[in-house]
């Protein structure tokens, strides 16, 4: 077979089974209201939980950086990339994480492929949910360790697992989101902790869905539940809630020394820029400060929850601003995503294998800056199917 010929024999399986992709391509800012072709849309997709994504504090701060500091970074970390403005931006999230020290990555993707593969290798085991992001499986594939995964926050599985290791040899780590990204439900963490202790297994979360969104001041579900202090490995990302680019890594002095010798997704890439610190440490202060927004976006989310359980859709076990509804079929949840596309209203179809097979759904996020007639323009949608 032809080169050409396999790259679309491979595009039409996708586009016979309903799976081929395109990104719609936008102008203007993220927002609640977004331009594509010349046209808003009612934007009920981003990850821009706190609406900071545009906040003109944020962009104020970008502006005022690069004036002083200039534009790239230069080099990497390890080189002479690292500039004050990265350590103040990590000292700022350990300190708000009550942890001893912070690492920045270039993005989530990222720190999860280098700090999963710098912490194992092939004679550990890590445990890791079904419904993990897929930089988690990634990270693991390329740390070479066994992977053992475990039904979707089924802990009588993972202690199962567990106890079947029990006697190998090596170290052993479970890994899971803290927030799921396509169900928005949210990790056992109380008995994950729990059975960690039971079996000496390390423990790594992924607040990237819940840094600024839960906790009392948005420092996540760890808090939120009161295990931060047992968690050793805490990621999280600041291209969410935080409106920025990014994502740090936070626990003991120890680790952070360890990842910036060995974690070769930190070592090997341009730091980045000092503008983008800037706007993240103004993110972290509003994030601190102002517990409205957070409120906000959990009441819309609530609002919208109960609005669509009421007109009978299935949205699974979500308790946060990420709202699946479930279809199943992949054609159906394509078909009523371009419906509701044509009343200028745009929300994700998740197929897989972004999510298994069966579970096709619509994504609906929600900000703090969507107003009642924003959500209630979607329940009436909806509603119509
Ligand atoms: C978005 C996401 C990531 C990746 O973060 P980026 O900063 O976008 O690379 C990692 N983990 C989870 C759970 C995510 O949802």
Redesign the pocket.
């Known amino acids: 077979m032809t080169h050409a010929a396999f790259l679309s024999k491979q595009l039409e399986d996708l586009a016979q089974a309903h799976l081929l992709r395109n990104p719609r391509v936008m102008s203007g800012a993220q927002g609640v209201r977004v331009v594509i072709e010349g046209k808003s849309y009612l934007n009920f997709c981003s990850?821009d939980y706190l609406g900071l994504a545009n906040d003109p504090r944020l962009i104020k701060a970008a502006s005022e950086a690069m004036a002083k500091d200039g534009l790239g970074s230069g080099a990497s970390r390890l080189v002479c990339g690292t500039h004050e403005a990265h350590q103040a931006l990590e000292r700022k999230i350990a300190s708000f994480k009550s942890k001893d020290a912070g690492l920045v990555f270039s993005?989530?993707?990222?720190?999860?492929c280098g700090i999963i593969s710098s912490l194992v290798d092939r004679d550990d085991t890590v445990f890791t949910d079904r419904l993990?992001?897929?930089?988690?499986i990634d990270g693991i594939v390329l740390s070479r360790a066994k992977m053992q995964r475990y039904h979707h926050n089924d802990m009588a599985h993972l202690e199962e697992l567990l106890k079947a290791s029990l006697g190998t040899r090596g170290k052993k780590l479970i890994i899971t989101?803290s927030?799921?990204?396509m169900d928005g439900d949210c990790a056992d963490l109380k008995n994950i902790v729990r059975l960690a202790k039971v079996y000496d297994a390390t423990v790594m979360i992924?607040?990237?869905?819940a840094f600024g969104v839960l906790g009392a001041h948005g420092e996540g579900l760890a808090h939120h539940l009161g295990v931060a202090n047992h968690i050793e490995v805490q990621?999280g990302?600041?291209?969410?809630a935080a409106g920025c680019?990014?994502?740090y890594v936070v626990g003991s002095k120890l680790l952070r020394d360890y990842l910036v010798n060995s974690s070769r997704s930190f070592i090997y890439t341009t730091a980045l820029p000092q503008s983008l610190m800037a706007a993240a440490s103004c993110a972290m202060d509003i994030i601190q400060n102002d517990d409205d927004r957070r409120q906000k976006v959990l009441a819309n989310a609530d609002f919208l929850r109960e609005q669509l359980k009421q007109c009978g859709f299935d949205t699974a076990q979500s308790q946060t601003p990420i709202i699946p509804v479930i279809l199943g079929d992949e054609q159906t949840t394509v078909a009523l995503s371009a419906r509701l596309f044509e009343q200028g209203i745009w929300v994700s179809a998740i197929r897989p294998p972004t999510v298994p097979k069966g579970s096709a759904r619509l994504r609906i996020t929600v900000t703090a800056n969507h107003t009642q007639e924003d959500l209630e323009c979607l329940i009436t949608a909806m509603s119509k199917g």
């Open positions: 990850n993005s989530g993707y990222m720190a999860n993990n992001h897929a930089s988690i989101d927030v799921f990204s992924d607040e990237a869905h990621m990302t600041l291209s969410k680019f990014g994502a």
